[in-house]
């Protein structure tokens, strides 16, 4: 295949992927974008089969058969609860991939068009320099978010004394072996690098707390494109190039709108350690236990939710876990069927991952129409005769705008509290993933539906059902 050939089909990629994103950013063509973004990748992986330059395809196809099996026994039994750990293990092995790729190229730059070994480019080795760091960083960083995630490693944020120091002490310790390694091209110096980012990638996230999750994971997206907008230049390929810093982008700029949904600042995310004051926070809710809470039963709801003309249901991590989206939509659909209106409100950090409550509602085919975001139904719930909150903890509780002593606090939240009547369904009385207690668990107009969601979800559908 000709040189101008494989640029021109890499452009035709690198189209598809900016139109497969631009699909993904609405639930009704997210289909199609996916559709879009496996013909690019298709294309690209042709192409490069295609290149002159590949020598044997034992090796390669060797490669595509375990990682193809791997992938395929991975997308047959992955639980949707599961994809925000999933994401974070792939962030990972994009990393990994960069130090790889980073490596081999310095041992061997011939094989790259480098150059010759003690002879590279210099504006390759800063390339390879870059990458190797944000991939090393990528990848330990995204095995911590998974093993947080996972329940591996506890969600409370590990902290100790001196620790943005410590940081602080190994970024810098990491641009100067850099500097050094891109004027040298030694050896020593561009494993020292890989050793200080893989370090970096752990102390970065592993005071972060589990609630801040979402956001952790895409900053780590942004960074896993990043890692491979690094891999592109060091194999001089422009599909990954793009590919790479459209990843890289989109993550930046997600993060960002993260953030500003959780009143964070995205220094704070890049850094580390935001989110760590959750842990002190979170012994004081023991507390609470002897304060008083109304609970009902499934029967107690039925009756309140079939009297009521309007209905908000705010799903959230809880949800996910009992796996109870699909007696919800059924609950929904019963009530919509008595003329009751229903809708499904969003909050923009529900769950483990960006959008990861709207991907959960789209799998049991709750129509998109009747899923709104934070900013467009918070001023709803003042109307609502029901707020029906199910698994949804710290994006509900009222401290975020109350109490500024709260490690939440200027947290936007879904302002559940101002409807007539709060169903909450938990198992108990446990805080919130952030580790702090839920003032609206003890409001007048809150009832406590005690138990497992699916379970109660239901049994709530057998009394409006009978």
């Not at 994009?94 to 010759?116: E, H």
């Not at 320099?129 to 990848?139: C, Q």
């Not at 302002?415 to 938990?426: G, H, R, S």
Request: charged share 10%; with cysteine; net charge negative.
């Amino acid at each position: 295949m000709s040189e101008n050939l494989s640029a021109f089909l890499y452009l035709v990629a690198s189209v598809c992927f900016i139109l497969s994103l631009r699909g993904l950013s609405s639930p009704d063509s997210a289909r199609s974008g996916n559709i879009l973004g496996m013909i690019g990748m298709a294309i690209a992986i042709l192409t490069t089969l295609a290149s002159p330059m590949v020598l044997s395809y034992t090796t390669i196809i060797v490669g595509i058969l375990i990682g193809g099996s791997i992938g395929t026994v991975i997308a047959l039994k992955i639980k949707m609860t599961a994809l925000p750990q999933l994401v974070a293990a792939f962030h990972s092995l994009v990393g990994l991939a960069a130090v790889f790729v980073a490596g081999a190229a310095l041992y061997a730059p011939g094989a790259y068009g480098l150059g010759t070994v003690g002879n590279i480019h210099f504006a390759s080795l800063i390339e390879m320099g870059l990458g190797v760091a944000i991939g090393a960083i990528t990848f330990t960083g995204s095995l911590v978010a998974f093993g947080k995630l996972q329940g591996i490693v506890s969600g409370v944020p590990v902290q100790f004394k001196g620790q943005h120091m410590l940081n602080l002490g190994f970024g810098i310790a990491l641009i100067v072996v850099g500097i050094f390694f891109v004027a040298t091209e030694s050896h020593t110096a561009f494993w020292i690098m890989v050793a200080l980012a893989l370090v970096l990638g752990i102390t970065v996230i592993i005071p972060i707390g589990g609630a801040d999750m979402p956001v952790v994971v895409s900053m780590l997206n942004s960074y896993s494109g990043w890692a491979a907008c690094g891999i592109g230049f060091t194999l001089q390929n422009n599909a990954l190039i793009i590919t790479g810093a459209l990843v890289g982008a989109s993550g930046a700029i997600l993060s960002y709108i993260m953030c500003k949904g959780m009143n964070r600042s995205i220094f704070n995310v890049i850094l580390g350690g935001f989110g760590g004051e959750a842990a002190g926070a979170g012994s004081a809710a023991g507390g609470d236990a002897d304060r008083p809470v109304k609970s009902g039963s499934a029967d107690d709801a039925a009756f309140i939710m079939r009297n009521a003309s309007s209905i908000i249901i705010v799903p959230g991590y809880g949800m996910a876990v009992a796996q109870a989206q699909h007696a919800l939509r059924e609950m929904g659909d019963l009530l919509k069927a008595q003329g009751v209106k229903v809708r499904y409100a969003i909050h923009p950090v529900a769950g483990r991952m960006p959008g990861h409550m709207n991907v959960l509602l789209a799998e049991a085919s709750v129509p998109y129409d009747d899923v709104v975001e934070m900013d467009e139904i918070n001023r709803d719930f003042s109307s609502a005769d029901v707020a029906f909150v199910i698994g949804a903890n710290d994006i509900t509780n009222p401290a975020a705008k109350s109490d500024p002593a709260s490690p939440i606090f200027g947290m936007p939240i879904l302002e559940v509290e101002k409807a007539k009547t709060v169903l909450f369904i938990k198992r108990g009385m446990a805080a919130g993933y952030a580790g702090i207690q839920n003032e609206l668990f003890f409001k007048d107009n809150t009832m406590m539906l005690f138990g497992d969601a699916k379970k109660m979800c239901e049994e709530i559908v057998s009394h409006l059902d009978g």
